[in-house]
């Protein structure tokens, strides 16, 4: 995250557990490719990696459009006031989300660059150790009915919560050495009022998400899966 020419602005939030003090220039990927530990996170829309800070392992990841409009501003955003940024927003949902007890990545720091009418952003949570996305746990092995419908329960409680995640795929479900799920990646995500509609939307996005998964490269995964994770969710 790099700034340009004219003079900028550079906002950061950060939890004070004993890390180092944060600069902008730690949520700038190009700074850390020459440290120890470095290493590219596969998924998502690239910009994610694994480093360092002190002795905490965190991912770095740094904000970037998706469809059409990236080809011309793949990482810049309209500034409309801190708290509005990308990653701002992101923190709040993950701090309420740790709060009510969901399985989610724990915020380690935020920042948000100013530059004119424009800022870009990155966001740095704390590594899940021993996990894998969903999809690679399913291209290596199944997983039981029993764990399909803790999944179910997951998103099903994340929901309670009014959290709408905006892109639950399976690779933003993670999947660790006991089967336990995190959900990853809430950029995007907001928070509603009440009950509807919306909350089917994120099981269409996953189902989907399985089944072209499934097409490229076959999974350990059925509709008798997915039904054992809707039973959960409708629990």
């Given amino acids: 995250m790099e700034a340009d020419a004219k003079p900028a602005n550079c906002y950061i939030q950060q939890r004070q557990d004993n890390l180092p003090q944060l600069e902008c220039k730690h949520f700038d990927l190009k700074y850390w490719e020459d440290k ?35 080809k011309l501003i793949s990482d810049q955003y309209l500034w409309t006031g801190k708290t509005r940024t990308r990653p701002w927003q992101e923190w709040m949902i993950l701090v309420s989300a740790r709060a009510a007890g969901l399985p989610v990545p724990e915020p380690v720091g935020a920042c948000a660059l100013k530059t004119g009418l424009i800022y870009r952003a990155a966001i740095m949570t704390r590594f899940l150790d021993d996990t894998q996305t969903l999809a690679a746990r399913l291209a290596d092995s199944s997983l039981d009915a029993n764990s399909w419908h803790r999944l179910g329960l997951v998103i099903k409680k994340m929901q309670s919560q009014g959290i709408k995640h905006a892109d639950l795929n399976a690779s933003n479900i993670l999947v660790d050495n006991e089967d336990q799920f995190y959900i990853i990646d809430f950029d995007k995500a907001r928070v509603v009022d009440r009950p509807g509609d919306w909350q089917w939307q994120p099981l269409y996005r996953l189902q989907r998400s399985l089944e072209k998964f499934n097409r490229g490269h076959p999974l350990s995964y059925d509709t008798d899966d997915w039904q054992a994770l809707m039973d959960g969710y409708q629990t």
């Fill in 36 to 70: 120890p530990g470095f290493q590219v996170v596969e998924g998502g829309r690239g910009g994610s990696v694994s480093i360092y800070i002190g002795e905490t392992r965190v991912i770095l990841r740094h904000y970037y459009r998706g469809g059409m409009v990236k």
